[in-house]
């Protein structure tokens, strides 16, 4: 090999070491350092960003094809799938808690869903409730209201032998009603099929001593 090649090499080979030497005193280390760990930083909240996005997406179409599927669901195969085909307000439902001297606390609903057969089932759905005092002003007539998630309302449910319901509990919003015969109305929207039920029933509640 030629002498003067060896040497050229040689030569840049000395160089690239001294530059590398000359790497921690060319440049301010500290001010690297930080620009080094702030793009660190942000590529990794880049990248956080990245796979939560990720993963909504992925949850989205997860979603969105299991309501696919459940619309194509046919009328005989839907009859297997727990849903609500007829919800009623039990007749013990009415004023809660108290005593005759302070009255009811509010009023207490005892929700029962039922199946295409008749038998009890627990639903999933959404309720929202509402106590009113038609014989008050305007002004005056909602009494106590509640809204309860499919989450929510899940908790509430109640089940013995041949027999199963959701309790809700609405207390009063501002202090005890005027009168003791009260109208509570209830929406319960059947979370599997988005069909609403909607029902209205009379009740009695516990006045406070002298109202």
């Given at each position: 090999?030629n002498?003067?090649?060896?040497?050229l090499?040689?030569?840049?080979a000395?160089?690239?070491?001294?530059?590398?030497?000359?790497i921690?005193?060319?440049?301010?280390?500290e001010?690297?350092?930080?620009?080094a760990?702030?793009?660190?930083?942000?590529?990794?909240?880049?990248?956080?960003?990245?796979?939560?996005?990720?993963?909504?997406?992925?949850?989205?179409r997860a979603q969105?094809?299991?309501?696919?599927?459940?619309q194509?669901?046919?009328?005989?195969?839907?009859?297997?799938?727990?849903?609500?085909?007829?919800?009623?307000i039990?007749?013990?439902?009415?004023?809660?808690g108290?005593?005759?001297?302070?009255?009811?606390?509010?009023?207490?609903?005892?929700?029962?869903?039922?199946?295409?057969?008749?038998?009890p089932v627990?639903?999933?759905?959404?309720?929202?409730l509402?106590?009113l005092?038609?014989?008050?002003?305007?002004d005056r007539?909602?009494?106590?209201?509640?809204?309860?998630?499919?989450?929510?309302?899940?908790?509430?449910?109640?089940?013995?032998?041949?027999?199963?319901?959701?309790?809700?509990?609405?207390?009063?919003?501002?202090?005890?009603?005027?009168h003791?015969?009260?109208?509570i109305?209830?929406r319960f929207?059947?979370?599997?099929?988005?069909?609403?039920?909607?029902l209205?029933?009379?009740?009695?509640v516990?006045?406070p001593?002298?109202?």
């Amino acid at each position: 090999m030629n002498p003067s090649m060896n040497r050229l090499r040689l030569i840049a080979a000395m160089l690239a070491i001294a530059a590398i030497g000359c790497i921690p005193g060319c440049f301010d280390s500290e001010k690297t350092v930080q620009e080094a760990k702030q793009r660190h930083d942000l590529e990794r909240k880049v990248a956080d960003l990245e796979r939560e996005l990720q993963t909504r997406d992925q949850t989205g179409r997860a979603q969105h094809a299991q309501i696919q599927t459940l619309q194509g669901i046919d009328p005989d195969r839907m009859k297997l799938i727990p849903h609500a085909d007829r919800v009623e307000i039990d007749p013990l439902s009415g004023g809660y808690g108290g005593d005759a001297r302070s009255g009811s606390e509010g009023v207490a609903v005892y929700l029962r869903t039922f199946d295409d057969e008749g038998d009890p089932v627990k639903a999933a759905g959404s309720v929202e409730l509402q106590v009113l005092d038609l014989a008050a002003p305007p002004d005056r007539q909602l009494l106590a209201e509640c809204k309860l998630d499919g989450a929510a309302l899940r908790k509430t449910w109640y089940s013995k032998f041949m027999t199963g319901h959701y309790t809700l509990k609405c207390p009063w919003k501002n202090g005890p009603p005027q009168h003791s015969a009260l109208t509570i109305r209830v929406r319960f929207t059947d979370l599997l099929t988005g069909r609403v039920f909607d029902l209205v029933k009379q009740v009695n509640v516990k006045l406070p001593l002298g109202a």
